[in-house]
DNA sequence: CGGCTGCCGTCCATTACTTCA
DNA sequence: AGTGAAGTAATGGACGGCAGC
């Protein structure tokens, strides 16, 4: 499967979407994904969606935004549910498009995968990871229980905890390394993209940061271990050195061994320097 | 202008679930 | 097969920023 996204190449691109994420290293899996519009021209865009009910083809006849799926029957599908069409019909954005879309796939197609299992099984079988199937299995069930966990959010049911297929989790880390705090339209812009909804994207960002401030607070815990180590180190030297020094000053007169020293202070830079007998007699 | 209120996003601690050894 | 540890998705509460009144 292959799903390539341009939208434009203009002024303030997503990074996150334009940098063509490593999903996988097997090429029937990919996204390619671009946008590029600034922000005002992404929300006149959105308006405009909105505005006009959410026509994707319209949208996406914009020469300058341009998205190439091969997925037509998916698009044929979105279009033809009305799936995009915005709040004003009272499309709940932490619902999936896809689930929605699931019923009447089933309808539009008599496979019984609908527009939602196929998509998502090619999503997950491509990549030939052992995983593949466990995933499908799990994402299987994930899919049909979606549906409902979306309609009634998990009402009363005891929560359900979903685990993101590699792929998933590959995009969200890209991803998280262009930014690791998301604004609502790239969040609902990678929700999309990884079939998700808005809150889960939302939920790994969130879990995704702890984990790396936990880590960095490792990583900060154990340089700060080895300075103390450092400096305790340092810190017996130098009583060791003292207690030497001392040692020499009871044997042997300091005064002795060593020239005369005398601190001086220069009292415009307020600075100390030391100034040897030795130094003196040679005119210093 | 400052105070109040509601909304929204984020952080944080915690829980619940999955996977693996 | 059972179990504990580790990893992580999800939850709920606290908090701050912001807009509207």
Redesign the pocket.
Known sequence: MELGLSLDGSSKPISFLEKTPKLSSNDHLGFCMGLGRSQEKRDSLEAERRGNGGDLKRVFSDPHLQLHLRLPWLFDNLHETGLSKGRGRGLDVNRLPMVALAGEATVAHSSPNSAVSSFQMDFWFRNGN??GK??MD?ETE?GSSRAS?DDE??KGS???????SKE??AF?EESFKEH?????KQ?LALAKQLN??P??V??????????T?LKQTEVDCEYLKRCCETLTEENRRLHKEVQELRALKTCQPFYMQLPATTLTMCPSCERVTTTSATDAKIGI
């Open positions: 052992s995983r466990r995933d799990a994930r966990d959010d998990d005891s929560r359900k905890k979903l685990r993101l998933q989790s969200l690791n705090n998301l604004n609502p969040k998700l909804r809150r889960q939302e939920v790994w960002f969130q879990n995704r940061r702890a984990r401030k």
